[in-house]
């Protein structure tokens, strides 16, 4: 029986998802801090569906957060 290699882009993966993740709460912390700055306005147009203030949506926004972050990398691995 032979063994199996570890996939190679796993750690990317969990580092991108992440690193994603990290950002989107930060995201959302700044907008809680400084609701006027025009640069939140990216939240609701990656994260479609997205409404500020939510449990859900935040918890959505998280989530696929989390899936852009393991799709990028794996993408990249499948060329």
Known sequence: MTRQQPLP???A???ACMLLQTLYVLCVLAWLIAPDLPGH???TTIFP???FLT???FVY???LSMF???AAPAAR???
């Open 9 to 11: 882009y796993l750690p």
């Open 13 to 15: 993966m969990f580092a």
């Open 41 to 43: 306005a990216v939240l």
């Open 49 to 51: 569906a997205f409404q």
């Open 55 to 57: 449990v859900g949506s």
């Open 61 to 63: 926004g998280l989530i």
């Open 68 to 70: 852009y972050g393991l």
């Open 77 to 79: 691995a499948c060329r």
